[in-house]
Structures are given as structure tokens and as C-alpha cells.
């Protein structure tokens, strides 16, 4: 796993990254990155292996780095 | 949270795994796209006027005061040369002794960030009784200044639509 900045992710989702945002369900309802997929933290471990793609590159994100 | 999530991530298997440290905030200020509900909300950085009056530390304060009525503002934001705020020079140190910018100015300003609701510093503004505020990006350089008279704007037009 690696830190990357914004200029990173922007390359990533142009090369087919799968971009979560892992903030709980009502958060993501009211603003996310434009394409995310919505899978709260506490979700990770049930719906991670059906929703996302191993074989691409996944981006995670919250509000910030806290 | 999110460091969590992608070492989880990278724990079940996912071979490529990356973690984007500032966020959706650091995204939103920068000005990159975002969807969902809260986009109907007006931001600060929607209203605030980047053609605000600005100076220099140096600049005498007799030019700084002309330049900045003349562009009709009552408030000079003190900017070095990458637009990272160090103060504000209101209306009563316009009018001051002082000789330089940086010697009239108030120091280190709270400032907000531009995604944050215009309406909820319309109520900030009304509860300090300020009549702006700076906008600034996370790193601290300049977007605009928030006129409380345009925040109060956006607040009454969103009272207005809701009842």
C-alpha cells in the first residue's frame, strides 16, 4: 500500500483504477469523487471481493487524512 | 479510516493498492469534479471575490488604501507572492498611521476553505460580527474574500426555497 497526491490519482483513474471512498453510506450519498464506488470501512471484509476488480489498481479515500 | 481500508484491501488479496492521504477535501478545493446531493448546497468559494484587493507586506499603506477603495473593497488581503495569506488590513487600520501593509495589518486570520456552505458562514460572520472572510485552499493561498452581505444573500435564498 502507498500514499499517493491527487496529480497521482488523476493518472490512476485515466489508466482504469477502481476508485472507493470508504466513508459511511450517507456521506457518500452527499459528495464523493466523481466515478467512486461507495464501500463504507465497516463493509470492506463483505462486499470488497464482489464489487471490485483484483486485477485493477484501487485507490482509497475519506474526507481527508485523518 | 482510509489507510485502513486499503491495507485490508492489500490483506485480502488486491495487488495494486494506493491510499489517497488529503481526501476528498484536498479533491474538492482543488476544483476537480465531485457528484452527489450536497452539490445544490452554494459554497463559500462560489460567492467569495477573487478580485479582491491585495498587497504586499512592504507596500506603503497610503497606496494600499487608494488601490483598494478605488476597487471598491473596505478590506485588503496581505498576500506574498504565491497568494498564501498573512493578513487583513479591515476598514478602521485602512484609515490607521501605519506606514506599511504588514505594520496595519491584523496577523493570521481564521481562514476557511472553499467547499464549506456559504450559509454556514453567513451565521459565523452574523455570530463574530465580521464583515468577511478569507477563502483559502488547504495550503493556505488565496481563492477570495466572502463578503458577509453576499453570504447573508445566499443564506436568505436558501431559507426562501426551504419554506
Known sequence: ?66 | MSPRAAWRLESMGFGEVYEYAAGLQDWITAGLPTEGTALAETRAGDVARADVSTCRLHEPLVEVRERTRKAGFDTCVVVNDERVVFGLIRSRDLDGEAATAGEAMRPGPSTFRPNVSAAALARLMADHDLPNVPITTNDGRLVGLLLREDADRVARERHDREH
Request: proline fraction near 6%.
Open chain 1, 1 to 66: 500500500m502507498r500514499e499517493i497526491d491527487r496529480h497521482e490519482v488523476q493518472r490512476l483513474l485515466e489508466a482504469g483504477a477502481q476508485l472507493v471512498n470508504v466513508l459511511p453510506a450517507e456521506e457518500f450519498e452527499e459528495e464523493r469523487i466523481a466515478g467512486s464506488i461507495g464501500i463504507p470501512l465497516r463493509r470492506i471484509d463483505a462486499e470488497a471481493r464482489d464489487r471490485l476488480d483484483p486485477a485493477k489498481p484501487v485507490v482509497t479515500y475519506c474526507w481527508d487524512s485523518a
